[in-house]
């Protein structure tokens, strides 16, 4: 048995790391170029700030997403958090908007999600390298809720790619895991906090207390909670782990 206390260290390491600007792939970005990582980052922001070398890039749109592919090709990277994605709201019984709505969500968080990761696989196999690529899924894509059917359907997705992606990859000895957020405080929930006021009545903030006292924990995550289990299984101390969902929620998804 070979006990191995040493710090994580990513130093030579090449980090890409999608939807960065802010919450958990801002925090994201802190977390790996501390450890010495080579931090990529992109997202729709015009400007970013932070330890990564910045690109803009709206993955709804086609010549920016093939751009962002091609992007990938040149930096390398070792280890993806494949972390960008939109959320939406809306009851299935109400027709409008809402396939434009499905159209929005699927084509962010599963087409550019995809896409970006086939790249970064192709990448990883091209070099001979051993990489991780770090999926974003969600407690939502454990479970069906009524207002967030779209959003719901797409983490799902996230969690089957992750794993078959994680089989057809093994031989290259590239791992792919995902992580299942629970509640967690980022600003997307100020976002997320209106629309549960305008589809359920409520007062603004009233869901995010809500959810955050119901969480069996008894509060909302953080963006470091998540940006913590990223570095986990970007680091050799996850080096046997592959097509692994992890719930970072408090215990929420066993409410």
Not at 110 to 133: D, E, H, N, W
Not at 150 to 161: M, Q
Not at 197 to 224: H, I, S, T
Request: include cysteine; aromatic fraction near 8%.
């Amino acid at each position: 048995m070979t006990l191995n206390a040493a710090p994580t260290d990513l130093t030579g390491k090449v980090c890409l790391v999608t939807g960065a600007s802010g919450g958990i792939g801002a925090s994201a970005v802190a977390h790996l170029a501390a450890l010495g990582a080579t931090v990529y980052a992109t997202d729709i922001a015009d400007s970013f700030d932070g330890p990564a070398t910045y690109r803009r890039f709206d993955l709804l749109d086609g010549a920016d997403l093939t751009a962002c592919t091609d992007w990938i090709t040149q930096i390398k990277p070792d280890i993806l958090f494949n972390n960008a994605a939109l959320f939406g709201m809306g009851s299935i019984l109400d027709d409008e908007g809402d396939l434009a709505q499905l159209d929005r969500l699927f084509g962010v968080n599963v087409r550019a999600f995809y896409a970006i990761l086939q790249a970064t696989a192709k990448s990883m196999v091209a070099q001979g390298q051993r990489g991780s690529i770090i999926n974003l899924a969600s407690q939502a894509g454990h479970r069906g809720e009524a207002l967030v059917a779209h959003y719901c359907a797409t983490k799902a997705a996230v969690i089957s790619y992750t794993q078959s992606s994680a089989l057809a990859l093994a031989p290259h000895k590239i791992r792919v895991n995902a992580i299942s957020p629970g509640v967690i405080d980022t600003p997307m929930w100020q976002t997320v906090d209106a629309l549960f006021a305008k589809f359920e009545g409520k007062e603004p903030g009233q869901k995010k207390r809500e959810v955050g006292a119901a969480v069996p924990l008894g509060y909302m995550g953080a963006p470091d909670d998540v940006a913590r289990a990223a570095v986990f299984l970007a680091s050799d101390q996850s080096a046997y782990m592959t097509a692994q969902t992890i719930g970072v929620d408090g215990g929420n998804v066993l409410r």
